[in-house]
């Protein structure tokens, strides 16, 4: 699986899009995701603005929120081998992380990948629509998030 990376025309650009591209990878790697599966796994940052939309439109759910995720694998669709589907959106809003980071006396390029990894445990199963399930994500996210840090030297792209 493939990693693309796009963002709305309001969002700057990360400052180093191949580093977080490659934390990704890593992070994919430690879930043990099904990288040789072929597609896209697309991360789309956007704005407030349009991260807002979209919560209201696919969730009905009123302001802006972090991340969203959809899972558009679907074992019977046939693809050819030219093609290369798009699996995965996973939507970050870096705004978010931007404020969330302050509050939680992390970097923003942390919080951006939480964020990240948060919607990769969505598509391993992993949920938080209720306490249990969210202290399940908790541990989980704090397992990749630790695995990576410890990987990683420097995670500033935001």
């Not at 694998?73 to 290369?84: A, H, Q, T, V």
């Not at 390029?109 to 919607?119: C, D, N, R, T």
């Not at 445990?121 to 629509?129: K, S, T, Y």
């Amino acid at each position: 699986m493939r990693i693309r990376l796009q963002r709305g025309a309001s969002v700057p650009p990360l400052k180093n899009r191949t580093l977080f591209k490659r934390i990704l990878q890593e992070a994919l790697q430690i879930m043990d995701f099904p990288l040789a599966e072929p597609g896209i796994l697309q991360f789309i940052l956007l704005s407030e603005k349009e991260m807002t939309a979209l919560n209201a439109l696919h969730l009905g759910h009123q302001g802006v929120t972090d991340v969203i995720t959809y899972d558009l694998r679907n074992p019977d669709l046939r693809f050819s081998e030219e093609e290369e589907p798009v699996l995965v959106e996973i939507y970050l809003c870096p705004a978010v992380a931007v404020k969330n980071a302050e509050l939680y006396g992390q970097s923003p390029s942390k919080e951006l990948l939480l964020y990240a990894v948060h919607g990769l445990l969505h598509l391993q199963g992993e949920d938080d629509c209720d306490d249990s399930a969210r202290a399940s994500m908790r541990a989980a996210e704090n397992r990749v998030m630790q695995a990576i840090e410890d990987r990683m030297q420097t995670m500033d792209f935001l």
